[in-house]
């Protein structure tokens, strides 16, 4: 399975309730902007893309809730991260202005999900439930791990941590807004 926002996620089975699925959205995260790196504006990016090598392909990304453009004058790859340059951000300080934001890309420049795919950003903000219909809460953040995500769900009984692993994951309802769970010892 592929683990990250801004590229395809397998599951199983989606739209069950025979409700359209949702619209495809202008833009797809692939990578959370950690802080600056070193002086000139080089800013040390998370990232949440299987495709990291496209960092080099890119122009033009969009950050932030606003997808303001930003265009890539150089990356290189460091420990595991991206450090990206844009040609807007000329010091650390314009850098530090961009801590904490998302980096995405327009949806036209992804690579096409195959048959069976879901965007893992479509999984946040998904209503979960137990296969017995018991309401856990709604995804609020996904937290990537080396093995599988693993989504945050926040509700009356508190904080879960739900695995994206098979033995899981039982449901993906993109009509329906919700993702349905089989818990296994230890999740709550």
Known sequence: MSHDRGHPVSYGTRGSDGSELPSEPAFLAIGRI???????????????????????????VYLGSGHRPYEIEGHRFHQGKVLLKFREVIDRTAAEELRGQWVYIAVEDAVPLAEGEVYLHDILGLRVETVDGEELGEVADIIETG????YVVRGLQGEILIP????VIETIDLGGGKLIVRLIEGLR
């Open 147 to 150: 093995a599988n995500p693993v």
């Open 34 to 60: 950690l802080r600056p790196h070193g002086v000139r504006g080089e800013v040390r990016v998370e990232i949440h893309t299987d495709f990291p090598e496209r960092f080099g392909v890119y122009r033009r």
């Open 164 to 167: 994206d692993i098979p033995d």
